[in-house]
């Protein structure tokens, strides 16, 4: 049997700032200081246009986007102080569109080498609206994927 010598150097690590993102925080900070890793926190602001250009204007639309972007921007900032000490690397990611794209392309971009994501969303709505964004990512993920799943922390 052939032996495996890929290290980790890269961990991706998609957050929404749930529940299940501060157990993501803790078990990523648990594996970038083990294998000495820089992690990739990702948070990705998903189109609702099909959605939402049912009820707003595009100008209201586009406003509200922005507000979101503002606020997430913010929320990763307090997040990562909150979640990583100096000891652990981290660059944050921004992207806009479908989670589920957004996540291998990044793990293409950024050459990683693991990722570590919740089962779930925010919500259980968008788990079942949006599709399994995590099954989508362990079928076509061109590195491992450890799933976190996390009832309450």
């Given at each position: 049997?052939k032996?495996?010598?890929?290290s980790?150097k890269?961990?991706?690590v998609?957050?929404d ?7 993501l925080a803790?078990y ?5 200081e083990?294998f ?9 602001f ?11 204007t595009n100008k209201v ?8 972007k503002d606020?997430g921007v913010?929320e990763m900032?307090d997040f990562?102080?909150k979640?990583?000490?100096k000891?652990?690397?981290y660059?944050?990611h921004?992207?806009?569109g479908?989670?589920?794209k957004e996540?291998?392309e990044?793990?293409k971009?950024k ?8 089962t ?6 968008d788990?079942l609206?949006f599709?399994k964004?995590?099954?989508?990512v ?6 491992p994927v450890m ?6 922390w």
């Amino acid at each position: 049997m052939k032996t495996m010598n890929k290290s980790i150097k890269n961990i991706l690590v998609p957050i929404d700032f749930s529940d299940t993102s501060r157990a993501l925080a803790y078990y990523a900070k648990v594996f970038a200081e083990k294998f000495e890793a820089k992690l990739h926190i990702l948070h990705v602001f998903q189109e609702y246009e099909g959605i939402t250009k049912m009820v707003l204007t595009n100008k209201v639309l586009e406003n509200l986007i922005d507000e979101l972007k503002d606020s997430g921007v913010k929320e990763m900032e307090d997040f990562c102080k909150k979640h990583f000490n100096k000891r652990v690397e981290y660059e944050t990611h921004f992207a806009k569109g479908d989670p589920f794209k957004e996540i291998l392309e990044t793990i293409k971009e950024k050459d990683i080498d693991l990722v570590i994501m919740g089962t779930h969303g925010k919500s259980r709505f968008d788990h079942l609206f949006f599709g399994k964004t995590a099954d989508r990512v362990v079928r076509r993920s061109e590195c491992p994927v450890m799933t976190v799943r996390v009832t309450s922390w």
